[in-house]
């Protein structure tokens, strides 16, 4: 989530980082070398391998495997990315790599991004893939695998990464620059925007649930809303996606019920 679009939008908007994220060493090494078969890919579409990257953190991770390899991981791979920054990081490094006229593959977007929208992406390709690699981060509902072993595709799943909770929050102002916890203005936010069930738990572990629960939230699944209804907090909006316009959309809609 972007402070400044947010800002740019005529929206106020405070960040509070809560998450960090851990790499786990050796974990996409072993998955390439474990999927691929480097001397053994070609330009038949039969032999395409699909892979799916489902965040920015794992993007930048399989850009940099593939220039220390040579690009050859992605000869001939369809790539399904999640988020629109994922995607324009990934289609950057493809572009350069059809620059040498090394790949057939193709990058495409899941709409909307999350698991859902990955299973509708699978679907529509031209060439059903008999292999798929997934590059994620530790835990989620496990929605993408159940869909591709039910459909008789091959899945690798690389948790490259996992998520931590901070020791205190990292507070930043609607331009994105830290700031002290005494000016963080808690008192004045009507709306929590989550995008994980990590990133609730961690601000029940950081802030009085009483304040939380009296907050309107913007979430990006039914999963994370219900998860919040467990914990008190009734007044939850769903937004369409993790985008920042479809959130920006549903900080407007909140704004909307706020001025009735």
């Known amino acids: 989530m972007s402070l400044r679009k947010f800002r740019d939008a005529g929206l106020l908007a405070e960040g509070c980082g809560l998450i960090d994220i851990e790499k786990i060493e050796g974990r996409l090494d072993a998955g390439i070398s474990t999927f691929f078969n480097y001397s053994d890919l070609s330009q038949?579409?039969?032999m395409k391998a699909l892979v799916l990257v489902t965040s920015t953190f794992a993007a930048a991770q399989?850009?940099?495997?593939?220039?220390?390899?040579?690009?050859?991981?992605?000869?001939?791979?369809?790539?399904?990315?999640?988020?629109?920054?994922?995607?324009?990081?990934?289609?950057?490094?493809?572009?350069?790599?059809?620059?040498?006229?090394?790949?057939?593959?193709?990058?495409?977007?899941?709409?909307?991004?999350?698991?859902?929208?990955?299973?509708?992406?699978?679907?529509?390709?031209?060439?059903?893939?008999?292999?798929?690699?997934?590059?994620?981060?530790?835990?989620?509902?496990?929605?993408?695998e159940a869909a591709l072993r039910a459909s008789d595709i091959e899945l690798y799943?690389?948790?490259?990464?996992?998520?931590?909770?901070v020791k205190a929050p990292?507070?930043?102002?609607?331009?994105?620059?830290?700031?002290?916890?005494a000016d963080f203005a808690q008192d004045q936010i009507q709306c929590i925007i989550a995008t994980s069930v990590e990133i609730v738990d961690?601000?029940?572990?950081?802030?009085?649930?009483?304040?939380?629960?009296?907050?309107?939230?913007?979430?990006?699944?039914?999963?994370?809303?219900l998860h919040l209804n467990a914990l008190g907090a009734k007044l939850v909006t769903l937004s369409n996606s993790a985008t920042d316009t479809q959130l920006i959309a549903a900080a407007k809609q909140v704004e909307g019920l706020e001025n009735v």
């Open 170 to 181: 990292l507070f930043l102002d609607s331009a994105s620059t830290a700031i002290s916890a």
């Open 44 to 46: 038949n579409s039969e």
């Open 157 to 165: 799943t690389a948790n490259i990464y996992r998520r931590i909770g």
């Open 62 to 144: 399989i850009i940099a495997l593939s220039n220390k390899v040579k690009r050859v991981m992605f000869a001939n791979s369809d790539i399904i990315a999640v988020g629109p920054s994922t995607l324009s990081a990934l289609q950057a490094d493809m572009a350069k790599i059809n620059q040498q006229n090394f790949s057939t593959g193709s990058c495409i977007l899941a709409k909307p991004a999350n698991s859902e929208g990955v299973i509708t992406a699978i679907a529509s390709l031209a060439h059903k893939p008999k292999r798929a690699m997934l590059v994620k981060g530790e835990g989620g509902r496990g929605l993408i």
């Open 202 to 225: 961690a601000a029940y572990l950081h802030f009085e649930a009483q304040w939380l629960n009296s907050c309107r939230w913007i979430v990006v699944s039914q999963r994370i809303e």
